[in-house]
């Protein structure tokens, strides 16, 4: 893992440390930014490994960014990037006179070695998250996935929908990816489909379409556990999937639905029992999903090999 900030740097220091050291000969960027601002500069930066990709996390004071020809000659590197820009809007140019606008949220897709150059909207910051994917031929199948130009994807689009989850799953919280080098094969794919430069109908393709679909499936779980009456329904119109085809999800798992739903919701109740000592056990149980205390204590006691209380217990005396 690799950890970068500029606060370990004098302030007269940071700005040009971020831009020749990290910028030219790590990003693999060109990095500007008004000399009077450059006093103030801040920056952080992260990456991490997982499955056979690079997690990123950058959150730094605002400027202008390009990857010129001379940036992707001196670091190249084929891999497809998928960014989240979580905070700081502003906008893409990708040649040609082609200008995007990139919101907070947005999703951005894109081959590492296409140029590229992009300016802030504003000028408190950004903060943005990108898992960078080696492409091989199992991955690309065939697919011209060198020419993918930097872009946002749509929108409340159906495919978009499957990479967020996947992405989330990856970026934030991995121990929920049972196979972390397959679902990043996963999530290239779904995202060369979602660009269009590759076809649903292959094998691969399909699988990589459920495995979106089950981490899409689970963040509708995690976030409305609270409900007791959440079913496998709920989750087949929200998705616009079949109800056999949510259960048929499920089934690589080696855990049903309810099972997981199941186990999800004591998870929940034993973090709230762990970190919110002014709550009480009825109320948790409640605001999980179980629908009596009964079955709560029961469920929980068969997850955890001991009551709620003891776990509360466990966790005031540590």
Known sequence: MLNFSTDDLRPQDRFDH?????????????????????ADFQGRFSAVAIGNAVVAEMTASSYRVSRTPADIARVSGNSLSIGLQIRGPGHMNTGHDRILAVREGDLTVGHSDLPFAATPERSDGFHFRTLKIPLTGDIVLGARAHEIIPEPLARNARLTRLVSAMFAALTEQPARSANPEKDVEHIARLAMIARGHLPPGPPESRAAMRAGFLHAARNIMVRDLHWPDLTPNTVSAELGISLRQVHVLFEPTGLTFARTLTAMRAAKARELLEN???????????????????????????????????????????
């Open 18 to 38: 971020w831009c020749e050291v990290r910028g030219k000969s790590l990003f693999g960027v060109t990095i500007e930014l008004e000399r009077e601002r450059r």
């Open 276 to 318: 919110a000592p002014s709550r009480s056990t009825a109320d948790i149980a409640y605001a999980c999903g179980f629908d009596s205390i009964a079955t709560f204590y029961r469920v929980f006691r068969a997850a955890y090999g001991m009551t709620p209380g003891d776990v509360r217990a466990a966790s005031l005396n540590a």
